[in-house]
């Protein structure tokens, strides 16, 4: 991307919350590349194009976390959160921005139009909601749900490093279409924003613990991936990269169970969304 030669990784790192930025301009650029190539199926394509853009400066940063890691003496817990938040912070930063796009489009645009635009996310909501009467939302239900992604997450990230991060776009892409598509059925076409900001308060405590978790797995595979290629086996650099990405993931296991218990137990009037 030559967009991406703009900034350094390391100027991302240190101030995170610039990745909304990016998750709100490659997504919007991946929405219009879909509608201009695409434009029989732009949903997926959205997705894809905006993955790709993503891909360049992540893959930076994985290599970056990597060195890092791997130049320190002695693995503590203290560093582990060091090491990491700051990663932790930029995909959720690229999640909101992704997120909130495909929100607001979902609720400025005819609703026919993202009928065929979102066809996918608005697919899933339905589809949701035609299970909403189902007894099957219930804590293990959620968890192995959600657990389900997390190990998607960590095979995707293991087999394509930050090509991963297309499973974290298309989960914020259907969270916010999902979101405003409920905004605009529960009060109609008139004015649905007030309802959206109020669900999405309502929604926050459980979305963000269960996107936590898939970021988790997403860096725990992409750090064990780096010391895979880059280490010789057995040596101490590759034993550090593999017990830090362990335990992230065993950080992601416990994610999963802390948002399965607040979804169920905290707010269990959301649980048909998620």
Not at 32 to 56: N, Q
Not at 260 to 272: K, Q, T
Request: glycine content about 6%; aromatic content about 18%; proline content about 3%.
């Amino acid at each position: 991307m030559v967009f991406e030669q703009i900034y350094q990784t390391k100027w991302l790192e240190s101030k995170p919350w610039y990745a909304f930025l990016l998750g709100v301009f490659y997504s919007i650029l991946g929405m219009v590349i879909a509608l201009f190539l695409f434009p029989e199926e732009p949903s997926f394509a959205a997705i894809t194009f905006t993955t790709m853009a993503l891909i360049p400066s992540l893959n930076k940063l994985f290599a970056l976390e990597a060195n890092e890691i791997a130049s320190e003496e002695k693995l503590t817990l203290k560093r582990l959160w060091k090491d990491h938040y700051d990663v932790f912070l930029i995909y959720l930063f690229i999640f909101l921005g992704v997120m909130v796009v495909f929100s607001f489009f979902s609720l400025a645009l005819p609703s026919k139009f993202i009928q065929y635009a979102f066809k996918h996310q608005v697919g899933v909501y339905y589809g949701l909601t035609g299970n909403a009467a189902n007894a099957g939302f219930t804590f293990s239900s959620i968890f192995f749900h959600n657990l389900k992604i997390v190990i998607v997450c960590l095979i995707l990230s293991l087999l394509y490093g930050a090509g991963s991060v297309f499973l974290i776009v298309w989960n914020a892409s259907a969270w916010g279409v999902i979101f405003a598509t409920i905004a605009r059925d529960s009060v109609g076409q008139e004015s649905p924003i007030i309802f959206f900001i109020l669900l999405m308060i309502s929604v926050a405590p459980h979305m963000i613990l269960e996107a936590m978790a898939y970021f988790a797995a997403v860096i725990s595979g992409g750090v064990i991936s780096k010391a895979t290629v880059r280490e010789h086996f057995g040596s101490f650099r590759f034993k550090e990269l593999m017990l830090d990405g362990f335990y992230i993931f065993i950080l992601a296991l416990l994610i999963v169970f802390a948002a399965a218990f607040v979804e169920v137990y905290v707010f269990p009037f959301i649980s048909f969304i998620s």
